[in-house]
């Protein structure tokens, strides 16, 4: 692993905060891991033409994923 940064992801209903780890390797993918059960949030990966994107399909903040009544 080479960077790892810690970033608030917001809070719950309850108001605890959530916080999200990013972790960059030395290629530049880049995925972000919550202390909401490890949820994998964004991952960033390169397609055939270098270009990065987040590959991950799911929800941009942790009151939105904690009301969800279904999994992606």
């Known amino acids: 692993m080479e960077h790892i940064e810690i970033v608030p992801l917001g809070t719950l209903s309850d108001d605890r ?24 949030w964004q991952l960033h990966a390169p397609d055939r033409d270098g270009v990065f994107a987040d590959v991950v399909c799911g929800y941009d903040d942790p009151r939105a994923l904690e009301a969800s009544e279904g999994y992606i």
């Open 17 to 40: 905060a959530v916080t999200g780890y990013w972790m960059t390797n030395s290629q530049g993918m880049r995925v972000l891991i919550s202390d909401l059960g490890g949820t994998i």
